[in-house]
Each structure stands twice: as structure tokens, then as C-alpha cells.
């Protein structure tokens, strides 16, 4: 398969506003394709590499990129794969010149629209609204499977391009050999906000209320003498929590994998601030000596895998929850009740609050585990408004900030386009500390620059509280933020969790009402 068709497909579905022709289109494309090209279709429509991050950056590419008439030996998808492979693996003295050449020869035999493609691929930022939900739809239109057990497959793979392949391939026997496996974790389940108790009752009728702690998610997975732990991004730390690790390893259960939140407590128990946790996190050496400085303590509140039982995501939660309070001590259990009252459910956010933590979570008491997929089942409760936020770009400080990367401009997610929609910018709420944090990290992330401001692939995640929104032109949604201030970054967090203009719209409208 050429990368010219792939780039022309691309074209095609950024001039199609209809979900329903987008799919068709990736559908009849992925038909076309065998073997390796059905992977790399699925992962370069969703804007990602099979190697992962090959540590290109937009100055390497601005040294590779020429202008030339494009090659008689047109670009195939496979090529493209196979000059990344040899990218990644160059290391050594001499390795930056020897992938600049690389870079230079894959563009050499590139056209211009093919060298775009391909810039904005390797960079991190094609967005031409062909995100994963929509290719799970085409692949389960161009296999004729249906798409509930595609999007269980991917569940359990995480891997756009093995379940296309699969998927096509080999049809239902292909797609079954994704299962949950031991030390193979899954996405993480997703809630939506509630604006109070009484839309989470409504909503739910009688649920759970936990607890919404201010930590790290994590998910434990401990099979025989082996512990191994994992992000919400499902970036393996286990050797980063070694106090996680011995306690969960103390639990008489052979086989289990537990889901639930790391956190620095205070002596009194109250939780030390987010960014002390992420810092402790995000620690790799000297993990001995910082423990004693600033230990982490878990608490669980779902299991999805147990010994002799297997997967549990299916069962209803409250069933889950009964065989995570059989299978571990109670003092790491997350604090709960379940009630449809009203009085005792604000009763228990007031405890929440006192004890420091964000507010709680409402549980659908029914509702089966559904991995990577954000729903009305799990609801969260917090104090202020907030949205989750993806940075777009910031400009240089003035004064007392020059040098520092300031006012943040804040995306929405939208998932039919699969942009980022601009609702606003603000600098307020920003320590010097969390400058020097932020600039650093954006600077990593920077694709291009004018005089004042730096544009950025939209991968870091930003907490932002704010009093409400308000009509405004100036922003493609329509709508802007009004008080706009960061809580924090959720560097634990990825792109695609953030908010959605959905949500955004959703708030506005009710508070129209």
C-alpha cells in the first residue's frame, strides 16, 4: 500500500463532517490492506507509531526536511515502518547525523503533502479526526464483526493496529484471543462529573459513595511472588512503589489484580498535596531514602482478577467490591457507604471534605467494569467546578515571569473531530515552582513558535477550576471560560481523558437553566 492513498484518505476524512462517512471511508480503505500495512493504517490514522516515541523533534525534522520533486519510486506504508525501525534502533556516537540522513532520505522520496503527513505524524500531532473510537468502527465495519467485541478486544490489547489486524485477518477467532491476562493491564474505567448529590441519585437511584482521594490511580497485579504495578496510563512503576509492592505481596491471595489510588498521608492522615504524590511517583533513583521522606499508602477499591474466578469485569460492581473486601485487609479498602438518601450522602461528602480529600465518587451498584471508556456509571463529586483540560500553547511571561512560560491557552476535547477546541487561557493559580515545571515540560512538547507564544503537541493534561462560562466569539466553541485558574497538571492523565466540548456544552446548558 502507497503512503499517497493513506495521505489522500486523510484528506478525504477532514472534508467530511458526517461520523457515519468517515467510517465507511477507513472501513473501505482497511479492506485494501494485509497483514503489517491493516496495523499501520490503524495506527497512523490515529496519529501514532508502532515503535512508539522515536525521540524526533521538530528541529531534527526542520534538518531533514527538503524540497525536492518527489521520487519515481514512490513511498509504500512498509518503507515508511521499516526507516523508522532502523531510526529507533541507532544509538551511539554519531546516532543524531545518521537519523537526520535517515529523516532526509524518507523525505526525499516523499511528495509535499506526503512530507506533511509524515512531520506531523512523527511529531505527535495528526489530528484529522480519524481517532480511535471512529477506527474501531471501521474495523468492525470491514470485518463484519460486531463492534461491541471489537471494542472488548482493544480492551484488552490496548493495541489499535494488533486488533485491525486480527480483526481482518482472522475475523471472531482473532479477536478472541484478547483476554484479560495476569501483568497485561487495562484502561482505566472513566467517570463524568455530577454537579451534586441529587443528579448522581437520579441518575443512579441507591449507589456506592466513595471517597475521591487525591492521588495517583494505579492498578495492582500480583500473581504467585510477583508484584507488578501500573499508571492509568499503564506505564509500569512497580519498581518506584516498593512499600506497595511488600504490602501487596504480605496479601494471602496468590492471584489478584486490584485497582486504587497511591497517596502521600500527613501523620494525621490527611492527604499531603497532589504534586507531593506525583513527585514521589515520578521518582527513579534514590526510591529508598525518599520513602522514608514521603511514603505512600493504598487504598483499593475494585478488583477485576482473582484466582480461581478469573476475570471479574463483567460482574456488577457491588459483586466486585464484596470480593475485593474478601481478598484484602479492610484498612486498605477505600472509605464507602451505599445509599439513595440524600441526607447521608452530603453527610459523608461533608466527611470527605474534612479529611481533606476531593469529594466522592457515586458507583452504579450494576454496572460491569468497562475498560477505557469514560460513563454515567461512575460519577465524580468535587467542590468546585473543574474541567480537565489539554494545554495547546503558552506565551512568554512579562515582568516577574519573563523567561517562565505563562498564559496557558486550554483545549477541550472533541471527539467527532478529534481537535482540540480553544475555550480560553489563563496564568493564575501558578506558583513559581509550577512555571519552571510547566516551561520546562512544554518546551519538550514545543512544534513551532512565533515571537510570543509557543505551540505544543496537546498531550499534557491541566486541572482548571473556574466560576462558570460565558458566550464569546473569539473561541471556535462559542463559549469561554470566566475565572479560569490552574489546580494542576495531571501528567498522570492522557490527552484523551481530558474533558470533552461535550461536557463543556453540557455544563453551559444547565447553567442556562
Not at 176 to 183: A, K, P, V, Y
Amino acid at each position: 500500500m502507497l503512503l499517497t492513498r493513506l495521505v489522500e484518505l486523510v484528506a478525504r476524512i477532514r472534508a467530511t463532517p458526517k461520523k457515519t462517512e468517515k467510517i465507511a471511508l477507513i472501513a473501505n480503505f482497511l479492506q485494501q490492506t494485509h497483514g503489517r500495512e491493516t496495523e499501520l493504517t490503524a495506527l497512523y490514522l490515529s496519529g501514532s507509531l508502532p515503535q512508539g516515541r522515536i525521540g524526533i523533534g521538530w528541529r531534527m525534522i526542520e534538518s531533514a526536511m527538503v524540497e525536492t520533486s518527489p521520487s519515481a519510486q514512490p513511498l509504500s506504508l512498509m518503507e515508511v515502518d521499516g526507516i523508522l525501525d532502523r531510526i529507533v534502533s541507532d544509538q551511539g556516537p554519531g546516532s543524531y547525523e545518521r537519523k537526520v540522513g535517515a529523516l532526509r532520505h524518507l523525505f526525499e522520496r516523499a511528495n509535499s503533502e506526503e512530507r506533511q503527513f509524515l512531520s506531523h505524524l512523527l511529531m505527535g500531532e495528526l489530528r484529522q479526526g480519524a481517532l480511535e473510537g471512529l477506527i474501531l468502527e471501521a474495523i468492525a465495519k470491514a470485518s463484519g464483526q460486531p463492534s461491541s467485541t471489537v471494542r472488548q478486544a482493544m480492551m484488552f490489547s490496548g493495541n489499535l493496529g494488533e486488533v485491525a489486524r486480527a480483526a481482518l485477518e482472522e475475523g471472531t477467532i482473532g479477536l478472541s484471543r484478547f483476554s484479560f491476562r495476569l501483568f497485561s493491564p487495562v484502561a482505566p474505567m472513566l467517570a463524568h462529573s455530577a454537579d451534586d448529590i441529587v443528579t448522581a441519585l437520579q441518575r443512579l437511584g441507591e449507589a456506592a459513595f466513595e471517597f475521591k482521594l487525591d492521588g495517583a490511580r494505579i492498578q495492582v497485579h500480583k500473581g504467585d511472588k510477583e508484584v507488578r504495578i501500573f499508571t492509568r496510563q499503564l506505564q509500569e512503576v512497580t519498581e518506584r512503589l516498593p512499600e506497595i509492592v511488600e504490602w501487596v505481596l504480605a496479601v494471602p491471595v496468590r492471584e489478584v489484580v486490584l485497582e486504587g489510588e497511591a497517596i502521600a498521608l500527613r501523620p494525621d492522615r490527611r492527604p499531603h498535596p497532589f504534586q507531593s504524590t506525583m513527585r514521589r511517583l515520578g521518582r527513579i533513583k534514590d526510591v529508598e531514602s525518599v520513602r522514608q521522606e514521603l511514603p505512600l499508602t493504598s487504598f483499593f477499591f475494585d478488583c477485576l482478577y482473582l484466582g480461581g474466578e478469573g476475570s471479574l469485569i463483567s460482574l456488577p460492581y457491588q459483586k466486585r467490591f464484596e470480593i475485593l473486601t474478601k481478598a484484602i485487609p479492610s484498612e486498605a479498602v477505600i472509605p464507602r457507604i451505599v445509599t439513595g438518601d440524600r441526607v447521608e450522602a452530603e453527610r459523608f461528602l461533608q466527611f470527605s471534605f474534612e479529611s481533606g480529600h476531593e469529594g466522592l465518587m457515586a458507583k452504579s451498584l450494576t454496572a460491569p467494569y468497562t475498560a477505557g471508556q469514560r460513563g454515567f456509571h461512575w460519577l465524580k463529586l468535587k467542590a468546585a467546578k473543574t474541567l480537565d483540560l489539554v494545554i495547546l500553547a503558552a506565551e512568554w511571561g512579562s515582568g516577574r515571569r519573563k523567561g517562565w512560560l505563562s498564559n496557558l491557552h486550554l483545549g477541550a476535547r472533541d471527539p467527532e473531530s478529534g481537535q482540540f477546541v480553544m475555550l480560553g487561557k489563563t496564568f493564575k493559580g501558578l506558583t513559581d515552582e509550577m512555571l519552571r515545571w510547566q516551561t520546562e515540560k512544554l518546551l519538550s512538547l514545543e512544534v513551532e513558535r512565533d515571537s510570543w507564544t509557543v505551540y505544543v503537541r496537546p498531550e499534557l493534561v491541566v486541572e482548571i477550576a473556574f466560576s462558570d462560562l460565558q458566550e464569546s466569539p473569539r473561541y471556535p466553541a462559542g463559549l469561554a471560560l470566566r475565572f479560569a485558574r490552574v489546580r494542576r497538571f495531571r501528567p498522570d492523565k492522557s490527552a484523551t481523558e481530558a474533558d470533552t466540548l461535550q461536557t463543556v456544552m453540557e455544563i453551559f446548558r444547565k447553567q442556562r437553566a
